[in-house]
């Protein structure tokens, strides 16, 4: 076990926990388990407002802080992963005046005894460590690509993290040709983000269109079209019959029976919720970890936030939910309960190529898309029969209507009160 300790800004190993300050010796501290975007801004929200608590957060990574948006535009500036991480465990523990377990994974939870389960390695037991509440925010890992035969799944990439950035970027040099799967947001970001860096991109999905379940069709065409006069090339409609190695890579059979050649695959086929500690301790469990408004799951002292959470049937894989969520967590854990309330949630596709911003409606939303565009790019909302807007999406010079669209969007949860 590496702890990351406040006071010394040492890294030791298989050293015993603590609980922190010696006023709280004796108190099962607060436990976060991830230092994502999710576990590290609920703890610095927590801090604003309690100072005392012990507080430990525990990651199976490095525990670096840094911002997973970036990974997906940071080929072409030429970024390292260390450029990107942009606070260390050490430092954070220092700032957060908390202790960080790195590099261990929390194997399961035992809720009666309010104990969590530490392992380094597969079935390398270090310790059991108490809890007082406990925070799950163990994120989202990259969808498999199933039923495909070949002999090359071994090879293809996904980035859902610095080191998987890092291997990526290694793994790239000398390459040119790039076979990306998926064209979704994080596929069609990777697609802008690679032709800039000078490779040849191929895309191909079985959508129609770019950000199928996102975008209507007209703003998808939109990109597509701007993406590929950059240089992209759009494999749509077509799925991936089978990957096999090549002597110069990778090759994929189309089910038009096209063979596309690269030297090297990215798969970008979204996201699922981590939910597999979750259901060791039995919590409810729906696409992510069941929490109602106040981020509690099924058992009253464990919550959950981020990626790995279903928010009252809300899974919202982006970063400004997840800040919302923090904010309004950190209240309820430091005694003023406070139900989180999503508003509009716009985000800003990061094809800097063709600017698009999308605002999707709540999936199985009644209502209809109303597009208006011209060659500056596409306006389409999604209104209800009694004219209310539910949604937006937006490309190239449209997206100035961003403010207007805000403000008339109806918030994705309504303002109900509490008792
Ligand atoms: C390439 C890419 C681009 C993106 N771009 C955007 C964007 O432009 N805009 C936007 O809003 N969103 C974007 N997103 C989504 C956004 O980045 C995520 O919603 C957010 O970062 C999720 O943070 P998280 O903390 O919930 O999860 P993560 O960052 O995945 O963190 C999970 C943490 O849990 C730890 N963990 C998991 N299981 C265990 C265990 N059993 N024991 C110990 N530790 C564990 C991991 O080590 C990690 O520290 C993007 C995502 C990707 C992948």
């Not at 997906?72 to 202790?99: I, N, P």
């Not at 800039?196 to 069709?217: H, I, K, M, R, T």
Request: hydrophobic residues 40%; proline residues 5%; charged residues 20%.
């Amino acid at each position: 076990m590496v702890l990351v300790t406040p006071a010394s800004n040492s890294i030791e190993n298989d050293t015993e926990l603590s609980g922190g300050e010696a006023s709280s010796e004796n108190q099962a501290p607060l436990v976060i388990v991830g230092t994502g975007l999710a576990g590290y801004h609920l703890a610095l929200e927590f801090r604003k407002l309690d100072s005392v608590t012990p507080l430990v957060l525990i990651s199976s990574d490095d525990g670096a802080f840094y911002s997973k948006p970036l990974l997906s535009a940071s080929l072409s500036h030429g970024k390292t992963a260390q450029q990107l991480c942009q606070t260390s465990a050490e430092e954070m523990a220092r700032k957060l005046d908390a202790q960080i377990l790195v590099h261990t994974r929390v194997a399961s939870i035992s809720p009666h005894s309010k104990t969590l389960q530490l392992q380094q390695d597969v079935d390398n037991h270090i310790a059991d460590i108490p809890y007082d509440r406990l925070i799950l925010a163990t994120g989202a890992h990259c969808r498999k690509l199933t039923a495909i035969a070949g002999n090359a799944h071994a090879r293809l990439f996904r980035i859902n993290n610095l080191t998987d950035y890092h291997r990526f970027r290694t793994a790239l040099v000398g390459c040119q040709r790039v076979l990306l799967i998926g064209a979704g947001l994080i596929g069609c970001e990777f697609a802008n983000d690679l032709v800039q860096a000078g490779y040849e991109v191929a895309v191909v999905d079985p959508q129609e269109w770019p950000l199928a379940s996102l975008l209507p069709e007209a703003a998808g065409r939109d990109l597509q079209e701007v993406l590929n006069n950059s240089g992209v090339r759009f494999y749509l409609g077509k799925s991936i019959r089978s990957l096999n190695k090549n002597p110069k890579g990778i090759e994929a059979l189309l089910d038009n029976g096209e063979t596309l050649v690269a030297d090297i695959a990215l798969a970008a086929l979204g996201l699922e919720a981590n939910t597999a500690l979750a259901e060791t301790a039995g919590l409810k469990i729906q696409r992510g970890i069941a929490v109602d408004r106040k981020l509690q799951s099924s058992n009253p002292h464990i919550f959950a936030i981020g990626d790995c959470a279903e928010v009252e049937g809300h899974q919202l894989f982006y970063v400004a939910p997840l800040m919302t969520c923090a904010r309004a967590l950190a209240q309820t854990l430091s005694g003023n309960p406070c139900p989180v309330h999503y508003g509009v949630i716009p985000v800003a596709v990061k094809t800097t190529l063709r600017p698009t911003t999308l605002c999707p409606p709540h999936p199985g939303a009644e209502g209809s898309w109303q597009v208006s565009q011209d060659t500056k790019g596409v306006c389409a909302e999604f209104r209800n029969s009694r004219g209310e807007l539910l949604g937006f999406a937006l490309t190239g010079a449209a997206i100035t209507e961003r403010e207007r669209l805000i403000s008339e969007c109806m918030p994705l949860m309504d303002n109900k009160s509490f008792e």
